[in-house]
């Protein structure tokens, strides 16, 4: 079992930063990808990034790349998400999420076991 609980969201200008964190109970943690996800209101939720379990891999979609990065600190059980550059269109609710070796299907909502209650960020124009 891994629990997670999110952090670190709130309401910034546009062009601002925000730094999400992720922090993972359980001994297992360093075994798990990690995904942030996100959900706008009206909308599905969306992937937005992933890491692998050793770090070593990192994942993004398309049109955050260049403006967030995600990284691990397995030493913490926490996974980070930096956002920079901010705009209103990334107003939504991020999620974390983790699943066991995903493999190709980091960016599959359905290949994750485990899921954060979310925290909103609100960017505003």
């Known amino acids: 079992q891994v629990q997670l609980v999110e952090s670190g969201g709130g309401l910034v200008q546009a062009g601002g930063s925000l730094r999400l964190s992720c922090a993972a109970s359980g001994r297992t943690f360093s075994s798990y990808d990690m995904g942030w996800f996100r959900q706008a209101p009206g909308n599905e939720r969306e992937f937005v990034a992933a890491?692998?379990?050793?770090?070593?891999?990192?994942y993004y979609k398309d049109s955050v790349k260049g403006r967030f990065t995600v990284s691990r600190d397995n030493s913490k059980n926490t996974v980070y998400l930096q956002m920079n550059s901010l705009k209103p269109e990334d107003t939504a609710v991020y999620y974390c999420?983790?699943?066991?070796?995903?493999?190709?299907?980091?960016?599959?909502?359905?290949?994750?076991?485990?899921w954060g209650q979310g925290t909103q960020v609100t960017v505003s124009s």
């Open positions: 999420a983790a699943g066991f070796r995903l493999g190709s299907t980091l960016a599959r909502e359905v290949s994750y076991d485990y």
């Open positions: 890491i692998t379990w050793s770090g070593r891999s990192t």
